[in-house]
């Protein structure tokens, strides 16, 4: 199981990332994405894998939070 930390990180990205292409579009996707047809309407609209990784997150740091999290061992 990862840690908290490491999971909260990923989820900052995750959603910086799906603001970033959200704001500025095709401009932030590398020239390999839109070579492949990989424009920001696909990331955004027919495959949202941006909005997914998000959920992915979430769920992760629901799922290692569930019994709470402890700061201090002793």
């Given at each position: 199981?990862?840690?908290?930390?490491?999971?909260?990180?990923?989820?900052?990205?995750?959603?910086?990332?799906?603001l970033?292409?959200?704001?500025?579009?095709?401009?932030?996707?590398?020239?390999?994405?839109?070579s492949?047809?990989?424009?920001?309407?696909?990331?955004?609209?027919?495959?949202?894998?941006?909005?997914?990784?998000?959920?992915?997150?979430?769920?992760?740091?629901k799922?290692?939070?569930?019994?709470?999290?402890?700061?201090?061992?002793?």
């Amino acid at each position: 199981m990862r840690n908290i930390k490491d999971i909260k990180t990923d989820l900052r990205q995750a959603q910086h990332r799906f603001l970033d292409v959200v704001k500025n579009g095709d401009v932030v996707l590398s020239d390999y994405d839109l070579s492949m047809g990989y424009d920001a309407d696909y990331y955004l609209n027919r495959v949202p894998l941006l909005a997914n990784h998000i959920t992915y997150y979430r769920r992760e740091l629901k799922q290692v939070l569930r019994h709470g999290e402890q700061t201090v061992l002793f």
